[in-house]
């Protein structure tokens, strides 16, 4: 499996901007589909975004698209997630997810390979 380092977190006041980054190693991250959820306090984990080994499919939860966008780096085996417009409800810890198949990252939490310890992010308002 590959593991997953996440950072890039803080606190940012509503309508700011932050950018996570997600560095794999112990596998070649270009083998992996990567993905990002967050988890707020007493809620489940919700999917937020991923994108396809190469790059070039990208997939949002409707509550961030057209404010998040996701990219990779596979020569730096990192993965981030841009974060504009920010809400307080995007207050969340943002969790990095691997898998060798798309659909598994993007219908997760279950059954993703791997994971990073989390980043939190607070919006306040």
């Known amino acids: 499996q590959v593991q997953l380092v996440e950072s890039g977190g803080g606190l940012v006041q509503a309508g700011g901007s932050l950018r996570l980054s997600c560095v794999a190693s112990?596998?070649?991250?270009?083998?992996?589909?990567m993905g990002w959820y967050r988890q707020a306090p007493g809620k489940e984990r919700e999917f937020v975004a991923a994108?396809?080994?190469?790059?070039?499919?990208?997939y949002y939860a409707d509550s961030v698209r057209g404010r998040f966008t996701i990219s990779r780096d596979n020569a730096k085996n990192t993965v981030y997630l841009q974060m504009s417009i920010l809400q307080p409800e995007d207050t969340a810890a943002y969790y990095c997810?691997?898998?060798?198949?798309?659909?598994?990252?993007?219908?997760?939490?279950?059954?993703?390979?791997?994971w990073g310890q989390g980043t939190q992010v607070t919006v306040s308002s």
């Open positions: 112990g596998r070649t991250s270009a083998d992996y589909a």
């Open positions: 994108i396809s080994r190469a790059g070039g499919s990208t």
């Open positions: 997810a691997a898998d060798r198949n798309l659909l598994t990252v993007t219908r997760g939490p279950r059954g993703v390979a791997s």
